[in-house]
Nanobody
Framework: QVQLVESGGGLVQAGGSLKLSCQAS????????MGWSRQAPGKEREFVAT????????MYADPVKGRFTISKDNAKNMLYLQMNSLKPDDTAVYYC??????????????WGQGTQVTVSS
């Protein structure tokens, strides 16, 4: 299993920045990708960004391209999301995710408890 703990959320004005962090623990060697998703009130959870755990490949959702940057520190089992030029539409609970494949070939996905990001206009 993989445990994920997010931090860094908060209240920020539109145009401001925040950096989210996610500490991973447990069987992180089975992870092949990690990422961030978010869920705004009354909306479904949506993909934000992902990064391959063993290389630097990244993908971003269109609404955050050019504003958000996902990064990682494998040695520390840390995942980050730098969010710049924040907009009120970015207000949501942000979740850290880990995608794993075990030695038997089973895929699993893990999530953290989420961290609230609120962007005021």
């Amino acid at each position: 299993q993989v445990q994920l703990v997010e931090s860094g959320g908060g209240l920020v004005q539109a145009g401001g920045s925040l950096k989210l962090s996610c500490q991973a623990s447990g069987h992180t060697s089975s992870a092949y990708a990690m990422g961030w998703s978010r869920q705004a009130p009354g909306k479904e959870r949506e993909f934000v960004a992902t990064i391959a755990w063993n290389d630097e490949s990244t993908m971003y959702a269109d609404p955050v391209k050019g504003r958000f940057t996902i990064s990682k520190d494998n040695a520390k089992n840390m995942l980050y999301l730098q969010m710049n030029s924040l907009k009120p539409d970015d207000t949501a609970v942000y979740y850290c995710e880990a995608n794993t494949k075990d030695s038997a070939g089973y895929y699993r996905q893990y999530w953290g408890q989420g961290t609230q990001v609120t962007v005021s206009s």
